[in-house]
């Protein structure tokens, strides 16, 4: 491989001899060798750590980790932002070393395919890897062309025909990725012939309309057009992408908003109520006057209320986008049975955007190569043609994993903000740690992907006998500004009467010898197991297509949640670990403060 990186210098223009190696190789021409993979062994973790946070969104959730070592500010454990930070990098580093390595694959199946090519007169197999410029190549009808190749005959009646390869030479223009266009001249025989696009067989295509035919080596391995169009992707965005990230961006600023007010909140209650307490609750060292107490305090709540912007969202985007992409690859109705090809997801960005086209651009049949494209069904004006689209249940799914998603962290997350005009603004959370840890890696996460996956509306061959199924996705009715704001205020009605409702139910109640029932671990407890029961509840509703999976997971969530509630409550752990283990037991009446 190492063949492929190698550097060399500009060219001006290119000069080609046929089959003279010797005078080809003192340009420096890169060979047939090919390198799509983007890492090895050495370099993949530090190179997918620096391309991951890259993203905005990453780094933010490592500066709120770094907040969180500062203990003036932080009222939560380093772990409730690493646990998932580091959970959702390694999830992307496997998707991503996964990826290349299939890449590496396909780079050894490419490189090691036979071509003909002609050495001394005969025609002999050679690896593609080791195709040089100036190399005479025959291919066959159905053939892939190995590099990019000047045509010089063809068993077509009309083919070009240079077939005494001695003396002849090519000067042309230098590689590029201009598909539609080559410049160039031949020399043979004191002659000279005018190249063109027209001339040239393209690396990647296959030879049709011929049953053979000899070209030269032109361009190889990376200066071929193929090549110098796959440089940098260009990231394909859906419009559910484009939504997504404005949301986030209104959704930072409203976490703002609410920091700025529980700041402003603490500035007034440290200088009206907090001073007289300075001799039972003193300031930190750090701290020497009210109003740097509400600046600490607003980035102690930036780390709290920072899962209304979950960094799980967009690894289970991409989840479930490969899930989605899974279903097309194993599609049978999409199973070429004459080529005996299934069909292949080659992007997993705009499955959820199948069956919304609006125009279809095909090009011309090539003289030696084929483009076929085969009618399957449309709709126009609402009436359907043909028997074959895919249901549009990729955009529905994705519609209702994110209004979910959406619901849910709001719901979990301001009920810390109702707690702070109750508890001094003094950035206390109302659930643990682990609780907060948990939520959305744990508890709330294999629902809501398996929603993503598996639900639909209505049975496949409804959808395609009624077109009129993929409207919402053409016009973006199921998941928009208005849809993400009617989510958004489900879920901070959800969260009031998971605050208010436990609050009120315990701020006067007494246990039978007159002492207050009210203390934090059983507000805390109260407040966290129904919001997992109710948000359970909710998805269940969501859900339009029961499958197993879905039983599975909904109920698993639930049991799990209480098999860890109890087990952290449990004594034994208490005994093991006192420092961590705190709510064990009868816990001493610690009152909500009001």
């Not at 986030?248 to 603490?266: D, E, H, S």
């Not at 879905?550 to 034994?572: D, E, Q, R």
């Amino acid at each position: 491989m190492a063949l492929c990186a190698k550097k060399r210098p500009p060219e001006e223009e290119r000069r080609a001899r046929a089959n003279d190696r010797e005078y080809n190789e003192k340009f420096q021409y890169a060979s047939n060798c090919i390198k799509t993979s983007k890492y090895n062994i050495l370099t993949f973790l530090p190179v997918n750590l620096f391309e991951q946070f890259q993203e905005v969104a990453n780094t933010y959730f490592l500066f709120l980790l770094i907040l969180q070592l500062i203990p003036q500010i932080s009222s939560l454990s380093w772990f409730t932002t690493i646990v998932p930070l580091v959970l959702v990098l390694t999830i992307t580093a496997v998707k991503d070393a996964t990826d290349d390595y299939f890449r590496h694959r396909s780079d050894n199946q490419v490189n090691n395919r036979q071509s003909q090519v002609l050495i001394n007169g005969i025609l002999q197999q050679e690896q593609w890897m080791n195709v040089r410029v100036g190399d005479i190549i025959k291919l066959e009808n159905n053939q892939f062309v190995a590099a990019d190749l000047l045509l010089l005959s063809s068993s077509e009646p009309h083919g070009l025909c240079y077939i005494e390869t001695a003396e002849l030479e090519v000067i042309c223009e230098p590689p590029n990725n201009k598909l539609d266009k080559f410049s160039g001249t031949l020399y043979w025989k004191e002659n000279k012939f005018p190249l063109s696009n027209q001339n040239m067989l393209l690396r990647g295509c296959v030879l049709r309309n011929a049953e053979w035919c000899f070209g030269l080596v032109i361009f190889a391995g990376p200066d071929t057009k193929l090549m110098q169009n796959s440089g940098r992707t260009k990231f394909k965005r859906t419009s559910i992408d484009r939504l997504m990230n404005t949301l986030v961006l209104w959704i930072f600023g409203f976490l703002v908003c609410m920091g700025v007010i529980l700041a402003i909140g603490n500035a007034i209650w440290e200088h009206e109520v907090g001073t007289r307490f300075q001799v039972y609750l003193p300031w930190d060292e750090a701290v020497d006057s009210a109003f740097f107490s509400g600046f600490l305090s607003f980035w102690s709540y930036i780390i709290i209320l920072n899962t209304v912007v979950p960094i799980s969202l967009y690894v289970s985007v991409e989840v479930i986008r490969l899930g989605h992409s899974y279903f097309i690859n194993w599609d049978k109705k999409m199973f070429c049975a004459r080529r005996r090809t299934p069909a292949e997801a080659r992007t997993t960005t705009l499955s959820e955007e199948l069956g919304q086209v609006e125009y279809v651009f095909s090009d011309k049949t090539g003289t030696l190569t084929q483009n076929i494209m085969v009618f399957s069904k449309c709709s126009i004006h609402g009436r359907s043609y043909g028997r074959r689209p895919r249901p549009p249940w990729s955009y529905l799914r994705m519609c209702k994993f994110l209004c979910y998603f959406f619901y849910k962290n709001f719901a979990f997350t301001m009920v810390h903000f109702w707690f702070g005009f109750f508890c001094g603004f003094s950035a206390q959370t109302v659930y643990d740690q682990y609780f907060i840890t948990l939520y959305n890696i744990v508890y709330t996460s294999l629902p809501v992907l398996a929603m993503g996956v598996f639900d639909q509306d209505v049975p496949e061959q409804r959808s395609m006998e009624h077109p009129k199924l993929y409207e919402p996705g053409q016009l973006n009715l199921l998941f928009n500004k208005r849809e993400f704001f009617i989510c958004i205020a489900q879920g901070i009605y959800t969260s009031v009467l998971m605050f208010f409702v436990p609050y009120g139910a315990f701020a006067e109640a007494t246990r039978d010898d007159g002492t207050q029932l009210a203390d934090y671990q059983s507000f805390a407890v109260t407040v966290a197991t129904s919001l997992v029961i109710v948000v359970s509840i909710q998805i269940g509703l969501d859900t339009g297509y029961w499958t197993a999976i879905n039983h599975f997971f909904i109920w698993g969530s639930l049991a799990v949640y209480f098999a860890i509630l109890f087990a952290m409550h449990s004594n034994g752990l208490f005994d093991m670990f006192p420092d961590q283990f705190r709510f064990v037991g009868e816990s001493p009446s610690l009152p909500v403060c009001g």
